[in-house]
């Protein structure tokens, strides 16, 4: 293991994510892993890592990291105010080579709210149940404190630098539209209620890896929500007696006991995942 990081400042959450922890589902455990899988893994590729490649997952910004061995990461996803030595703006979407004794910092959300930092080989981290991915509610892995120390797991190698063409390059939208496959839950809901629900605003109010909050038209329940408890996964869109939707994220419960809405189609998770607070969402079904 090679010392590439020691947090300085340690921001709003930071984790450490590989593509997810399968099959554990029927045992309660989360699958985990990244929160905008489509940055996580366009950076994976153009940095060459292996399949099993992992990242430093991070909201909002506020970190800062000390480099301690010359290395070369890329940065995918947000644009948290990536600046290289209280300075220099870091580039984003390609590979570009860090120094010793430089700080990397994270200032505030520009562009979208979720950044990935991917070191040429990843990081270095334990597998537990098949993958790297952090879940601290599960007693996996923990979340970035001041003062630890990141390590990579190999030095780099000679090869050139790639990057992500500009047009390629997704635009994290603060007001989107995302499709639903439906639940088969709709008959507990009053039908103007689901009419007024597809056609409102909803703004998102804050959540964590576990689940995304929404304030808007209340939906209404002809009788009561509460179902025998059954599957959930990323993406699931709860309704508890409040009649507020709540997006079940990266690391959803595995089960659940709130009448569901729908589900986000996986190509739209991307976009929610990537919203700030009084960040804007329409539901429409896929048809």
Not at 88 to 112: D, E, H, V, Y
Not at 160 to 174: E, H, K, M, S, V
């Amino acid at each position: 293991m090679i010392p590439l990081f020691r947090v300085v400042k340690s921001g709003v959450y930071a984790s450490i994510q590989d593509r997810g922890r399968f099959g554990y589902r029927r045992f309660g455990m989360p699958v985990a892993g990244p929160m905008d899988q489509q940055a996580f893994q366009l950076g994976q590729d153009i940095m060459g890592n292996e399949d099993n490649g992992n990242a430093l997952e991070l909201f909002l910004g506020g970190l800062t990291l000390e480099v301690l061995t010359n290395h070369r990461i890329i940065i995918t996803g947000a644009d948290l105010g990536a600046i290289i030595n209280g300075g220099k703006a870091a580039p984003l979407w390609k590979m570009f080579a860090i120094r010793q004794g430089q700080l990397l910092s994270f200032t505030k959300p520009l562009n979208g709210s979720i950044v990935y930092i991917i070191p040429e080989g990843g990081l270095a981290a334990p597998v537990i149940l098949g993958s790297s991915s952090s879940y601290p509610r599960g007693l996996i892995g923990e979340s970035i404190k001041q003062d630890m120390v990141l390590y990579a797991n190999r030095l780099p190698q000679l090869r050139l630098n790639r990057g992500l063409r500009i047009d390629n390059i997704p635009n994290y939208a603060q007001d989107i539209t995302i499709e639903l496959f439906k639940s088969p839950h709709l008959e507990l809901f009053k039908p103007s209620s689901i009419e007024r629900f597809l056609q409102a605003t909803y703004t998102y109010r804050g959540g964590d890896r576990m689940g995304y909050f929404f304030n808007g038209p209340a939906l209404e329940f002809i009788d009561s929500g509460d179902i025998v408890s059954e599957a959930t996964q990323f993406g699931t869109v709860q309704v508890p007696s409040n009649g507020q939707p709540i997006i079940l994220m990266a690391d959803a419960q595995t089960t659940g006991g709130y009448a569901t809405i729908g589900t986000v189609v996986k190509a739209d998770l991307p976009k929610v995942a990537q919203l700030k607070n009084g960040g804007h969402i329409q539901f429409r079904y896929r048809q």
